[in-house]
């Protein structure tokens, strides 16, 4: 990691970085997109014929009969794991299942005016893909993280994909009694998904990290199939002035393992906590090369020169996880993913089993959305109902409106029923007299 400071010879350079950080996200995907182009163009024309051929030599599958798990396979997992990685994973699956079922919209109406009922109706996507990574590392808390919100929300069916996928990512599948499972990753996975083959039939949204491959698939076909977010390398900002430099040297080496990608960032007015923290780090990192590699090539602390710049240059980097010191914090929180309070709360437990999601916005996408949830696999349906009253008292302002627009159909339109409606009055009004 390096310091940089934000006041006196080194607020240059620093002003350099942070607009190298607020400019960061997707440019990465092109040196991969000619390839993924290639792949996905391919499945989408050959179907299962190029969906196998890509899954052998990417995936290792021996054959066409190998590309389903079965439910015995993913029994068989859950059997053969732990009692204790079995209660973590329950744990981990009802605290999920809490936050998202709280997350929940629900449908509503209302009537603003005397004849007029406005509303929404929450229904659920037919079908979704949930890609679970298949690394460095085994990840069914991914797979927990993506089925579950597509389960409260009521997704009828769920698919999951994973290349090579762990006995923990089995088990936890039998876990949530996920039926569709399939071994296959990268571009052809997320090009089967969103154009379907004879094997695999095509979802309406896809959700989940993966590697460059997986995510430049995901921008490629995302006018054809919805898409939660592309999610790039892990992210971590912690921005303490009095936090424990252990804590916080641990957090930063725990989030910069995922990926030799990984950006850490310490800011503080603390220089002190800065220097203590540097040394930490590199401590905790030396037998952990992934985040030893991420942190010598992506590793920063920026020293600020007031408590409001720090507050500052956290919301314009926008970070994936953030954490701060104290509740009274989160007024000046404007864009994260996900915030952590206090030197309790260690970012992993966020990861794991705290609830709400880690599948997180990264490249600065916190600026516009949060991470994903139970919102991803609902569609809000509006609903209008005018009785002839309602049509009377806002009927003449939309046909000025209309008729301001140039769209005189339009204003036909309410016109034809304003008559009607008029009609209706006088006669009830006569039959009232």
């Given at each position: 990691?390096k310091?940089?400071r934000?006041?006196?010879r080194?607020?240059?350079p620093?002003?350099?970085?942070?607009?190298?950080?607020?400019?960061?996200?997707?440019a990465?995907l092109?040196?991969?997109?000619?390839?993924?182009k290639r792949?996905?163009?391919?499945?989408r024309?050959?179907?299962?014929r190029?969906?196998?051929?890509?899954?052998?030599?990417?995936?290792g599958?021996?054959?066409?009969?190998?590309?389903r798990?079965?439910?015995?396979?993913m029994?068989?997992a859950?059997?053969?794991?732990d009692?204790?990685?079995?209660?973590?994973?329950?744990?981990?699956?009802?605290?999920?299942?809490a936050?998202?079922?709280r997350?929940?919209p629900?449908?509503?109406?209302?009537?603003?005016?005397?004849?007029?009922i406005?509303g929404?109706?929450v229904?659920?996507l037919?079908?979704?893909?949930?890609?679970?990574?298949?690394?460095?590392?085994p990840?069914?808390?991914?797979?927990?993280?993506t089925a579950?919100?597509?389960?409260?929300?009521?997704?009828?069916?769920?698919v999951v994909?994973?290349?090579?996928p762990a006995l923990?990512?089995?088990?936890?599948?039998?876990?949530?009694?996920?039926t569709?499972?399939?071994r296959?990753?990268?571009?052809h996975?997320?090009?089967?998904?969103?154009?379907?083959?004879?094997?695999?039939?095509?979802?309406?949204?896809?959700?989940?990290?993966?590697n460059?491959?997986?995510t430049a698939?995901?921008?490629?076909?995302?006018?054809?199939?919805?898409i939660?977010?592309?999610a790039?390398?892990?992210?971590?900002?912690?921005?303490?002035?009095?936090?424990?430099?252990?804590?916080?040297?641990?957090?930063?080496?725990a989030?910069?393992?995922h990926?030799?990608?990984?950006?850490?960032?310490?800011i503080?007015t603390n220089?002190e906590?800065?220097?203590?923290?540097?040394?930490?780090?590199?401590?905790?990192?030396?037998?952990?090369?992934?985040?030893?590699?991420?942190l010598?090539r992506?590793?920063l602390?920026i020293?600020?020169?007031?408590a409001?710049?720090?507050h500052?240059?956290?919301?314009r980097?926008?970070p994936?996880?953030?954490?701060?010191?104290a509740?009274?914090?989160?007024?000046?929180?404007?864009?994260?993913g996900?915030v952590?309070?206090?030197r309790?709360?260690?970012?992993p437990?966020?990861d794991?089993?705290?609830g709400?999601?880690?599948?997180?916005?990264?490249?600065?996408m916190?600026?516009?959305?949060?991470?994903?949830?139970v919102?991803?696999f609902?569609?809000?349906?509006t609903?209008?109902?005018?009785?002839a009253?309602?049509l009377?008292?806002?009927?003449?302002?939309?046909?000025l409106?209309?008729?301001?627009?140039g769209?005189?159909?339009?204003?036909?339109?309410?016109r034809?029923?304003?008559?009607?409606?008029?009609?209706?009055?006088q006669?009830?009004?006569?039959?009232?007299v």
């Amino acid at each position: 990691m390096k310091i940089i400071r934000t006041k006196g010879r080194g607020a240059a350079p620093a002003a350099a970085v942070l607009e190298s950080l607020e400019a960061r996200g997707s440019a990465a995907l092109d040196t991969v997109l000619p390839a993924v182009k290639r792949i996905v163009t391919d499945v989408r024309k050959k179907g299962d014929r190029a969906l196998f051929r890509y899954a052998a030599e990417f995936d290792g599958l021996a054959g066409a009969a190998d590309l389903r798990v079965t439910r015995e396979e993913m029994a068989t997992a859950w059997a053969a794991i732990d009692p204790a990685l079995q209660q973590a994973l329950s744990t981990a699956a009802e605290q999920i299942r809490a936050f998202a079922q709280r997350q929940l919209p629900t449908s509503w109406n209302d009537s603003p005016i005397d004849g007029l009922i406005t509303g929404q109706l929450v229904r659920p996507l037919g079908s979704v893909g949930c890609y679970v990574p298949s690394g460095r590392h085994p990840l069914p808390s991914t797979l927990l993280m993506t089925a579950i919100p597509a389960q409260v929300a009521g997704v009828a069916r769920i698919v999951v994909v994973s290349p090579n996928p762990a006995l923990e990512t089995l088990a936890a599948a039998h876990l949530l009694g996920i039926t569709d499972f399939y071994r296959v990753g990268g571009a052809h996975a997320i090009a089967a998904l969103a154009y379907g083959t004879a094997s695999l039939a095509r979802v309406d949204k896809i959700a989940g990290p993966g590697n460059l491959y997986v995510t430049a698939a995901k921008r490629m076909v995302a006018f054809d199939c919805a898409i939660d977010m592309l999610a790039g390398p892990t992210e971590i900002v912690v921005t303490s002035d009095r936090g424990i430099a252990s804590g916080i040297a641990s957090d930063l080496v725990a989030q910069a393992e995922h990926d030799p990608e990984a950006l850490a960032i310490f800011i503080t007015t603390n220089s002190e906590l800065a220097k203590d923290v540097l040394a930490e780090t590199k401590l905790r990192s030396r037998e952990n090369p992934v985040a030893r590699e991420s942190l010598n090539r992506n590793g920063l602390i920026i020293v600020t020169a007031s408590a409001d710049q720090a507050h500052a240059i956290t919301n314009r980097i926008a970070p994936e996880h953030l954490t701060v010191d104290a509740t009274s914090d989160l007024k000046w929180v404007q864009n994260a993913g996900s915030v952590f309070v206090g030197r309790w709360s260690a970012q992993p437990m966020g990861d794991y089993i705290s609830g709400p999601n880690h599948t997180l916005p990264t490249g600065g996408m916190a600026r516009v959305r949060g991470g994903l949830s139970v919102n991803d696999f609902v569609k809000l349906i509006t609903v209008q109902e005018y009785s002839a009253q309602g049509l009377r008292i806002l009927g003449p302002q939309a046909v000025l409106l209309a008729e301001a627009e140039g769209l005189t159909g339009h204003a036909e339109a309410i016109r034809t029923r304003l008559r009607r409606a008029s009609s209706k009055g006088q006669s009830t009004r006569r039959s009232n007299v």
